[in-house]
């Protein structure tokens, strides 16, 4: 099983996700999950798999049990994005290109991005999670949107900042993100953990 939600219209040189980054077949692998609000820009998550797979699936699982499908101008919305794409690479170059960007700078900074490198939310390690609120706070207030990662969804003391990178972002936007970062942590108080 793979989930797909940092990687599809992400990695690959189309943005088709783990099968193109790696090269694989379409039936490589059994199950993948992943969301649509991301890369799509819509609402709601998928499985995908064999038919029988999500045949079981459908009536054993408990959350699938109870849950419906997305609504048709959802799916719409998605499949148009799919498509879009499919016409048109050039967004997801630009994204990649300006993922590179940002973790080349981060990493000039000596930030600690978690490992990531490759997909559109870059964490910055911060520790605490009031720390992590607290910068998350004082960005918005330099017109920085960051939201913070914190306990349960991340190891207690391991909150981080999920950077969001597009393809439309400048380069002069991400060193003034960073920047901002690096400046509301130091009026803060607040040591970053270094790469």
Request: some cysteine; aromatic content about 6%.
């Amino acid at each position: 099983m793979v989930d797909e939600a940092h990687s599809a219209c992400v990695i690959g040189k189309n943005g088709g996700g783990v099968d193109e980054y790696f090269g694989l077949e379409p039936d490589d692998i059994d199950i993948k999950m992943g969301t649509l609000s991301k890369g799509l820009g819509t609402c709601g998550g998928y499985l995908a798999g064999s038919a029988a797979m999500i045949e079981y699936l459908r009536y054993n699982v408990p959350g699938f049990v109870f849950s419906v499908g997305i609504s048709p101008p959802v799916a719409a919305a998605a499949l148009a994005a799919v498509r879009l794409l499919r016409a048109d690479p050039s967004p997801v170059a630009a994204l990649q290109r300006n993922i590179a960007y940002f973790v080349k700078k981060a990493r000039e900074a000596n930030l600690n991005i978690c490992l990531a490198g490759e997909t559109a939310i870059i964490p910055i390690l911060v520790g605490g999670d009031t720390e992590a609120f607290r910068l998350s706070g004082m960005l918005l207030e330099r017109g920085v949107s960051v939201p913070p990662a914190v306990y349960p969804a991340v190891p207690m003391g391991k909150s981080r900042m999920r950077f969001c990178v597009t393809s439309d972002h400048k380069p002069e936007q991400i060193d003034f993100a960073i920047e901002q970062l690096l400046e509301a942590a130091k009026e803060a108080g607040i040591e970053l953990p270094e790469a």
